[in-house]
C-alpha cells in the first residue's frame, strides 16, 4: 500500500509538468524555472541550470528528477557500440585545452573540490581563481543563455563571460560525431529528467546540432550571446558531416582538426614488478575518475 501510494504522488506531482505546454513566447527558461521550482528569480534561474549541468556531468544525483535516468559523462559509457570518455579532457590527460598558442594544452579543471562540490549543487568549493570555478560557471552561463533565461546579467545569475568563439575553446580536442552526439544526447536527457518536456528537450538538443556538430559551418552568433558572427564548429573531426552552409576556408588548415596528443604517452611510472609502465596524467585521471565512480555509487548506496 505503501509502495502504491508513493507511485500514485510521484505521478501527481510530475504529470502538470508533463501536461503543461510551454508558450512560444516564453523561453524554455523561464517556463520551467516556475514550474519546477516555484518562482522565477535570477537565483532559481541559475540554480535550474546548475542542476541541468551538473546532471549531464554526473548523472541523475539529486531533485528534482522525475526517473528519467541520465548516465552523465563523468565515467565512461557505451554509446552506438563505443566506448565514450569524456572526462580526461578535464584532467589534464590531453593536451586539448586552447590558452591562446598555436597548439593544445594540458589543463586540469578539477582542481577545486572535484566532485564534492558538484554534488551540492556548486561548481566548486569556491575558489573563485580555481579553473573549476570557472569552467563550471562559464558553462551555466553559456546554458542559460541559450535557452533564454530572462533574468541573466544581474548580480544573481551573471552573463556570460567566457570565450564566445565554440570552436576556438574546442578547436584542440578533436571531437567526433560520436562524442558530440553521446554529449547532446546526455544534455536532452538531463533536461527531461528535470520535468522539461521531450519537444522542448528536443528543441534543445536540435540547437545545439545546428550550431555546433557540423564542420567548417560558416560563422554564425548564438542567441543571448553579446558577440558577432564567428566559428561555431565544435564537431571538426573527419568523420563529422561537412555543414550544408559550408566555409571551410574561415577555418586554420580548412577546418581540418588536429588530435590532441595524449602526454600519458610521454611520462611514465614503473607500476608492479612486471615492468608495465603508466603515464602520471592517466594516472592521475583514472584515481579521479574513480574518486567520482565512489561517490556516486555510495550515493545510490545510501538513497537504497
Known sequence: MFRLSSILLAFITILPLCLAQRPENISICDFYTPSILGENTASNQLLLITIWVNTFVLGNYTTPNIGIPVHGFATPEIYNGTEIALLPYFTGAYNSTNLGGNAGVSKLFLDDGGPVPVLKNMSSNGNTSSAQYQVFNHIYQYFGSIIGCSLQGSPDFPSYQGRTSMYEVHKFMDLDILQMTYFINLVDTAASSLGISLDDASTIGTSLNRAFN???????????????????????????????????????????????????????????????????????????????????????????
Open 214 to 304: 557540423t564542420r567548417c559551418a560558416s560563422p554564425i552568433s548564438i542567441s543571448n550571446i553579446d558577440a558577432p558572427s564567428e566559428l561555431q564548429s565544435i564537431c571538426i573531426a573527419p568523420d563529422c558531416p561537412l555543414d550544408p552552409d559550408n566555409n571551410c576556408s574561415a577555418y586554420p588548415l580548412d577546418g581540418l582538426a588536429l588530435a590532441p596528443v595524449n602526454i600519458t604517452d610521454n611520462v611514465t611510472v614503473t607500476t608492479g614488478g612486471n615492468g608495465s609502465t603508466i603515464g602520471v596524467p592517466l594516472l592521475l585521471d583514472l584515481l579521479w575518475g574513480l574518486r567520482w565512480i565512489w561517490i556516486l555509487n555510495l550515493i545510490l548506496l545510501v538513497e537504497n
